[in-house]
């Protein structure tokens, strides 16, 4: 028996802990198809351990022959259309008994088929496939990128000349230069029997209306009021090229984001609710690497009183994982991405997940959260407004009900000191009747944006 490199500890652990995403296990009687369906479904995912000689009880059985049981392993891996190149399975002795482990590595290069079925591993459950899962893996592991294909129909008329000369000028490309070879090498135009004609990447990045091709290629920005989603918020889409979108999604952020003052030492410093390279950093990525191929589902900027989350369609692609997301690069999109570096947005080196991190260390919030969700990923931007010095809502977030300067200056009071009294309010719009304030409070209590609590004298006033 050779020497196991995996830890006897950990893999008792894993067992204990019981099949999982990363995890599969086996019983010692399992045939070589029901092995290499496992290693198939956690290739397909993000790699995992096939153990051998483990119920799905939690319950360590062993193998009888362990030279055997590693046989049978290696020959398993060899079932997939194409076979699998793993490395050799290892043998473990847990407990007494003998268990037979096969690392299956994240990011292998191709997808696999055992007797025609393809499969993956979610969650406790190995299953099939669905087409359109299917369809974007074999995207993902091929040549050819979802990006690079040509929309039916798309001619050259459907860039727009304006972008693509202030492109070619951001550049310093001499007049001469043809701007087709500058679009051809760059991924945004391709040969086809009928010449050159854009593709999803040229039309995302210079169309005229680049959502007549790609309808789902936009933004959703909407901000609550509060810490869950509600009826009252402020609401944008945002469409055009790729580079206008990211501008505009910041802009909304930036108009929506609270402002207050916080005290360094004996200073007091204007800051915004959330670090502003943190923001664009988390908008560029969204842009940049999400799933285009994708329909019906959009970027979404959730804002909430204490965090900000940026959901973007697709998985992590490649061999990104959670576990290695700061260290490991791997671009989706590989025209778009260049393209936006050379435009100034992004880093073409990587995602820019450690300069959010260290951001953030650096303003002593916590770090982002990173959540793979079953067709997406969302990254989630903690709020330092509860640590600022008069940090009122956002500007904008009550423009929509068309407030009075008086009934504005209450919200900001709430939002910073949770409830009102009459008399407080009175405090803070001294020049105001006290039947005109009383009116102003029975409006903010019918639109729903405050409760009254109390009677008489012992009256107050919060936040719905």
Known sequence: MSKSTLAPDAILQTVKEGPGPKTIMLGA??????IAEAMAALAHAHGGLVILGATNARKIVGVGDPEVARELMTSAALLPSPPLILPLPQLVEVDGKTLCVSKVPAGLPHVYSVRGQYLVRSGRETRPLM?????????????????????????????????????????????????????????????TEKGLRPTIAGLLLFGKNPQRWLRSAEITGVRYAGPAMSDDFVREDIRGVLPEQIRQAEAFVNANMRRGMRIRGLEREEVPEYPVSVVREAIVNAVAHRDYSIRGDNIRILMFSDRMEVYSPGRLPGHVTLDNLVDERYSRNEAIVQVLAEMGFIERLGYGIDRMIRVCQEEGLPPPDFTETSAGFKV??????ESLVGAGPPVNLYAHLQLNPRQEKALAFLQKNRRITNREYQTLCPDASPETLRRDLADLVDKGLILKIGQKRATFYILK
Not at 142 to 151: D, G, K, N, R
Request: one cysteine or more; glycine letters at 2%.
């Open 29 to 34: 009687r399992a045939t070589a198809r029901k």
């Open 380 to 385: 989630t931007i903690h709020s330092r407004a």
């Open 131 to 191: 087409p359109h899962e299917l369809r974007v893996l074999l995207l993902n592991r091929s040549e050819a990128s979802f990006e690079a294909q040509t929309p039916r129909g798309a001619t050259l008329e459907a860039l727009d000349p304006d972008r693509i000369r202030a492109y070619r000028q951001l550049l310093n490309l001499s007049p001469m230069e043809d701007a087709n070879d500058l679009l051809l090498s760059r991924g945004c135009l391709a040969e």
